[in-house]
């Protein structure tokens, strides 16, 4: 069973919504990611504001693998290594499904990538603050670990269907994820 790491909050770092696509909501958003003694990497992701006015589907018991996370609220993490171009992109949705992919190069995804095993995902909930804490194996991530370079972010869907892209740091004009300069907390 999965137990999330308590978040230590001075580890928390805030994420900003890209300004050509801000939130109408006030929010705040801040997340961490720390290597594990195992290897795998803990995240923890803290929202918080006026959660009513946004689109958060409820926990589900029986979520999995599901394509397509970022077109609504999720969170997320890139990890990438400082002296290569390939990274692997992991998204999990308040409901508990996940997605993990690979990449080769920027926005190259690598087809014959496959997680051979399951992320955990543990979501807490309150009427002003939503907790997602995820724990991504060992197995899943790029090596060697001592070489991350790791993206937060985190796509926020409002009650009216907006959507608004937040980031430690935003490189592009448009909101965009996948380039390795945004990569810049190390591990």
């Not at 693998?65 to 890139?78: I, K, N, R, T, Y």
């Amino acid at each position: 069973m999965f137990n999330p790491v308590s978040a230590d909050s001075s580890a928390l770092v805030p994420l900003s919504a890209h300004p050509a696509a801000p939130c109408s909501e006030k929010l705040q958003l801040a997340a961490q990611a720390a290597r594990l003694a195992d290897g795998s990497l803990q995240l923890h992701f803290e929202l918080a504001g006026a959660l009513e006015r946004l689109k958060l589907p409820p926990w589900q018991d029986t979520a999995g693998f599901a394509d397509g996370l970022w077109q609504h609220s999720c969170f997320e993490v890139f990890v990438g290594l400082s002296d290569a171009p390939r990274y692997h992109e992991f998204n999990f949705a308040p409901s508990g499904h996940w997605a993990a992919y690979a990449f080769s190069a920027e926005r190259q995804r690598d087809p014959h990538w496959s997680p051979a095993l399951a992320p955990q995902c543990a979501v807490r909930r309150s009427a002003q603050q939503l907790s997602l804490s995820a724990q991504i194996p060992a197995a899943l991530l790029p090596a060697p670990a001592s070489a991350w370079q790791i993206g937060l972010t985190a796509v926020i869907e409002t009650a009216s269907g907006a959507l608004s892209y937040w980031a430690l740091k935003h490189v592009a004009a448009q909101p965009d994820f996948h380039q390795a300069a945004s990569f810049i907390l190390p591990r």
